[in-house]
């Protein structure tokens, strides 16, 4: 799997402010900063936990089934999600951030327990 840049400012956001947040809250929230800033969110990665907290937080809407039965695909909003069991917590990819025109990404740490 190819590697991509993560920006020296896009550590987990897990400030005792998101530790009080949701899970769905705190992604809803960097999916807004991000695209305000004028980035293109091109998929979220999430490891089984962090898609088991979005089930449980958002119900069965918050990640919902590609319709067409023959694409396995999942979407959070307008953003494709898919399942890493190489990374922990959930990573935004983005475009536009690096010169390069490279893809990087922004991770988002859970809430506390």
């Known amino acids: 799997m190819p590697t991509h840049p993560q920006r020296a400012d896009s ?6 402010d998101a530790a009080e947040r949701r899970l769905t809250d705190t992604l809803d929230a960097k999916l807004a900063e ?12 999430s490891c089984r936990d962090d898609l088991t907290r979005l089930v449980a937080e958002g119900g069965e ?4 089934l590609d319709p067409d039965p023959a694409v396995d695909r999942a979407w959070y909003g307008e953003v494709e999600i898919r399942h890493t069991a190489t990374r922990d917590m959930t990573w935004i990819f983005v475009r536009g951030e690096v010169a390069s025109g490279e893809v990087s990404a922004h991770v988002i740490g859970p809430p506390a327990a």
């Open 11 to 16: 550590a987990p956001d897990i400030t005792p």
């Open 34 to 45: 991000l695209t305000a800033r004028g980035l293109e969110v091109q998929w979220i990665e």
């Open 61 to 64: 809407a918050a990640i919902r």
